[in-house]
């Protein structure tokens, strides 16, 4: 049931951010589920490894590459799914912002 929960909340966080960052678009409330589990898994996997490589560079930049890393993976998702789309990188660098934001307030009230 918890799983269920998580997967709803990312959807609505996406679907929320998607609304609040111009250059950003979502299909539908299906699309944003579909972005947000892919956006979690490729942030898991993928940005996970690149984090780890580039370890040097987010020390220095007191963790803001990590941003960096999520917009990548923002338009990794971008390339992969159709119902989701991205204007270019400074869209998705604020949409990772956004919607890291809005999964830190939607934890609060877990």
Known sequence: MRILV??????IAVAL????????????FLDAII???LIALANATIGAVLRLFTLPIT????G????VISALMVLLVDAFM???????????????AVL?????????FK
């Open 6 to 11: 998580e997967i709803l909340l990312t959807g």
């Open 17 to 28: 951010a998607a609304f609040l960052v111009p250059g950003v678009h979502v299909g539908g």
């Open 35 to 37: 972005a947000g589990l």
């Open 59 to 62: 020390i220095l930049s007191l």
């Open 64 to 67: 803001l590459f990590s941003f």
């Open 82 to 96: 159709k119902g989701f789309e991205t204007s270019g990188f400074l869209s998705a660098l604020i949409f990772a």
């Open 100 to 108: 890291s934001v809005i999964k830190m307030i939607f934890g609060f």
